[in-house]
């Protein structure tokens, strides 16, 4: 979650920079209403209202703009009842080239009964020689929702800088409920190139509508059937997939040859969820737009 900058990298030595941001929402009426709190460099931008008041849109910037060996970012939003969020960033999150330590993301998320969550941040881009890993905890309390995606591309082969050394772990969880664990190291073959893992391709993504409650089985079936609609009409209709894996979630997991098809993709389906989920239209955040 960064601002582009040139990529660096960090010696076993150093301690590396630790940031910290906490966010809180509250309803106050009509409006849902934003708090936050930082140390380290980990900022939020002002908040904005593009779709009224019962809905802020919160972007969240790491003006160093990317993390090296020893960094380590923390972030904690809690949602109030009735509250709704949406979250994002300006650019990629870059994990760039380590010389020895791990650099580390932790990401927890509490949404309070009725509230609703957006976490729609842009790509994450795993350099060849990166350590990085990736921790991402939502806890719902009943009638809470949360929607999201996960972008991950390796490397950047069109700029001549293949994905060929390091590591990259990711967790995606729903406590209690639901659980996304992947370890991606640029030497397994098996996992990069086999017809069983990536098969070749170096863009892996998951979207997922959440709830804190069980999905009615008519509601969880229109997900996802809205959500398979907009896969068979795309270009990765073969290499994408969704599933409801528990009662209370519905996934999107796909794989692409590049990043813009995949980015398209999620969109779409959180475009199609947001009306079938909350009669709302897409209103994509005004920062992708600058």
């Known amino acids: 979650m960064s601002l582009a900058a040139a990529p660096g990298a960090a010696s076993a030595a150093t301690a590396g920079w630790r940031a910290e941001l906490t966010l809180g ?3 106050r009426g009509a409006r849902t209403v934003a708090h936050d709190a930082h140390s380290g460099p980990l900022r939020v931008l002002q908040p904005l209202y593009p779709e009224g008041e ?3 849109h919160h ?3 790491h003006p160093p703009g990317g993390l090296v060996g020893g960094d380590e970012l923390h972030i904690h939003a809690r949602l109030g009842a009735g509250s709704h969020v949406l979250l994002t960033t300006p650019g990629a999150t870059r994990f760039y080239r380590s010389e020895g330590a791990a650099a580390r993301q932790h990401t927890r998320l509490q949404l309070a009964e009725g509230a609703r969550l957006e976490w729609l941040p842009l790509e994450t881009i795993a350099y060849t020689g990166c350590l990085a890993q990736s921790r991402l905890r939502a806890e719902l309390a009943p009638g809470a929702e949360w929607m999201g995606w996960d972008a991950l591309t390796l490397g950047l082969a069109a700029a001549g800088q293949p994905y060929t050394a390091g590591c990259y772990e990711q967790h995606i969880e729903l406590s209690g409920v639901w659980l996304e664990r992947g370890r991606v190291a640029a030497d397994d073959v098996a996992l990069l190139s086999g017809p069983l893992g990536w098969a070749g391709h170096r863009v892996a993504a998951t979207a997922w509508f ?3 409650s ?3 089985p008519a509601r969880r079936q229109a997900l996802l059937d809205t959500a398979r609609a907009a896969v068979a009409a795309h270009e990765l209709a073969a290499t994408a997939g969704v599933t409801a894996p528990q009662p209370s979630v519905v996934v999107l997991r796909l794989l ?3 990043l813009e098809p995949a980015m398209q993709l999620l969109a779409q389906v ?3 969820w947001r009306q079938e989920a909350w009669g709302l ?3 994509p955040p005004r920062i992708w737009r600058t």
């Open 25 to 27: 929402y509250h309803r």
């Open 54 to 56: 019962g809905i802020c």
């Open 59 to 61: 972007v969240l910037v």
């Open 210 to 212: 959440a709830a804190g």
């Open 214 to 216: 069980t999905l009615a």
């Open 256 to 258: 692409a040859p590049r």
């Open 270 to 272: 959180r475009a199609a």
């Open 281 to 283: 239209a897409a209103q």
